[in-house]
């Protein structure tokens, strides 16, 4: 068993008397590790899959979910998202019955983002868990067993079914990047044609660590740019793809409403695009690297609660920085190399219009100092 990063946290808040909301891509883990940390009959299972759980906890009132809940002092509620009025249920279950612990899973934002932030105010704790981490693979097995599978890692990702089962990864990711990971999006959305999100969905995989243009995107699929961005919004509630967004304060010439997007999983993009060429082979290693790199440090980010503003830098010359954290008022900017041997080159014009900076470079021979970098 790969002993999750997170069961710290929630192991801390366990006790207390707030709602947990655990959420994140489909199959990443979330039901296996509160199975694994809540294992005894006092604990209540529920399934948002299920037909008639979802018709019994969407208007509910608190009698009923006494009775419901019973002896049980805790209760999980798997998928919850795929429940209407979620968020006004889970009010009541705090509010009316708060010697019972409440969990829930969600592998979407759609409705746990819509119904339950309102009702929730100030009685949830909401976590996020990502596929699994080169850190938590290093402390299973050994650092030196995770940095031989680097260039594996990269082709295939770090979801855990992929990891469990070697030899079978194609075939896993490729029924995770079918119709399987729209599936939340398909549901509740009115997407008239489907083909065209998958579309998208391999374009941007196409374009990660550039910056990415909604109206060439457009062009690209079939698409207005106000479809685009809207799918591009799903696709990000979803736990598919995430932005980063430009920096722009001081100079004229700085990209100012520029995006870059990453996937969470770059075994999920290397599947779209159908490309399993080990890293030796592929032109497009930097950038899996760069999306590597940047989710590997949210991961830690998340996981040990550190905060910063995150972005690229950009100007109409071409004058760019990979990644840039601002924190106590300290800009500190990356720049990714895959070889070791390649030189960076930081932009005068960067260092000039931002003097209080810390400029670094990261490549395989020091990417853990960049990950594990507290804050």
Same mark, same amino acid.
């Given at each position: 068993m790969i002993l999750r990063e997170i069961s710290k946290l929630l192991e801390q808040k366990i006790k207390d008397s707030k709602? *947990?909301? !655990?959420?994140?891509?489909?199959?990443?883990g979330k039901t296996t590790l509160l199975k694994t940390m809540f294992k005894t009959e006092a604990t209540l299972w529920l399934n948002g899959d299920d037909a008639d759980v979802r018709s019994k906890l969407?208007? /509910?009132?608190? /009698?009923?979910?006494? &009775?419901l809940v019973g002896t049980h002092d805790r209760l999980i509620i798997d998928e919850a998202q795929r429940i209407e009025n979620i968020g006004l249920t889970l009010k009541i279950l705090h509010d009316q019955l708060p010697e019972v612990k409440v969990l829930a899973t969600g592998s979407s934002a759609f409705e746990l983002a819509n119904q339950i932030n309102e009702p929730l105010t100030g009685r949830k704790w909401e976590f996020h868990l990502w596929p699994i981490s080169f850190e938590e693979m290093a402390n299973h097995h050994s650092l030196l067993e995770e940095e031989r599978l680097l260039e594996h890692r !990269?082709?295939?990702?770090?979801?855990?079914?992929?990891?469990?089962n070697p030899g079978s990864e194609k075939l896993i990711l490729n029924a995770l990047s079918d119709s399987y990971l729209y599936k939340?999006?398909? /549901?509740?959305?009115?997407?008239?044609?489907?083909?065209?999100?998958?579309?998208?969905?391999?374009? !941007? $995989? =196409?374009q990660i660590g550039q910056q990415v243009s909604y109206h060439e995107l457009g062009q690209i699929v079939g698409l207005n740019n106000e479809t685009v961005e809207r799918y591009i919004n799903l696709l990000e509630k979803a736990f598919i793809i995430f932005r980063l967004p430009s920096l722009s304060r001081n100079l004229r010439n700085?990209?100012?409403k520029s995006r870059k997007i990453y996937f969470y999983d770059v075994g999920i993009r290397n599947s779209v695009i159908k490309n399993w060429n080990p890293v030796a082979m592929r032109q497009d290693v930097g950038a899996l690297w760069e999306n590597f790199l *940047?989710?590997?440090?949210?991961?830690?980010?998340?996981?040990? &609660?550190? =905060?910063?503003?995150?972005?690229?830098?950009? /100007?109409h010359a071409q004058q760019e920085i990979d990644f840039i954290?601002?924190?106590?008022?300290?800009?500190? $900017?990356?720049? =990714?190399k895959w070889n070791p041997k390649r030189k960076a080159k930081f932009s005068k014009a960067f260092k000039d219009g931002y003097p209080n900076h810390e400029l670094s470079v990261v490549n395989k021979t020091n990417f853990l100092d960049f990950v594990q970098k507290p804050i």
């Open positions: 709602i *947990i909301i !655990l959420v994140g891509p489909r199959q990443v969407s208007n /509910t009132s608190s /009698t009923y979910l006494k &009775q !990269l082709v295939y990702g770090w979801y855990p079914e992929v990891i469990n939340d999006i398909l /549901t509740w959305e009115d997407i008239k044609k489907p083909q065209k999100l998958e579309a998208l969905v391999q374009a !941007l $995989a =196409f700085e990209l100012k *940047i989710v590997e440090r949210l991961k830690h980010k998340s996981y040990n &609660q550190l =905060f910063s503003n995150d972005y690229f830098w950009r /100007t954290e601002e924190s106590g008022g300290v800009l500190h $900017a990356y720049e =990714f």
